[in-house]
């Protein structure tokens, strides 16, 4: 039995919840050019810094991250950005549903998963990585 298995069933035996690692699909070679060049835009922005996090860099307003981009994974499918939005309301919940480029596993979720698949999409992409960062300084 690998070690691994061992400290789930320890886990078990004890009570407590194993959630299972989270799959980070891998990413193309133009995402992560794409990443990249909105990486630079974000990184010209008042208090914005990134950190490198399991394949992806965590790009923060301040102490708070507002946005993960893939370097060599990504969060929730291929060749997408996510960002975190702490309001909602109703005017963004449209937009969101009516975006067929958002993908979310549930309306509640934290992060929110944005496809790009072209140049065409990074104006998009970037009105929303705007909006997280403004919420950002507020958490």
Do not use: C
């Not at 960002?83 to 549903?97: A, D, S, T």
């Not at 934290?110 to 919420?135: G, M």
């Amino acid at each position: 039995m690998k070690q691994q298995e061992r400290e789930s069933l320890k886990r078990k035996a004890a009570g407590k919840t194993v959630r299972p690692r989270p799959k980070l699909p891998r990413v193309s070679e133009e995402m992560k050019r794409l990443a990249g060049l909105l990486e630079a835009e974000m990184l010209g922005w008042p208090n914005v810094t990134s950190r490198p996090m399991f394949g992806l860099n965590g790009i923060y307003r301040g102490p708070n991250i507002f946005a993960v981009l893939p370097r060599t994974r990504a969060v929730d499918v291929p060749d997408s950005i996510a960002f975190r939005l702490l309001k909602r309301p109703r005017k963004i919940m449209e937009e969101l549903r009516n975006d067929e480029r958002i993908v979310t596993p549930t309306p509640e979720a934290k992060w929110i998963s944005f496809v790009i698949e072209s140049d065409a999409e990074i104006h998009a992409a970037l009105n929303w990585l705007t909006l997280a960062y403004r919420q950002a300084v507020k958490s």
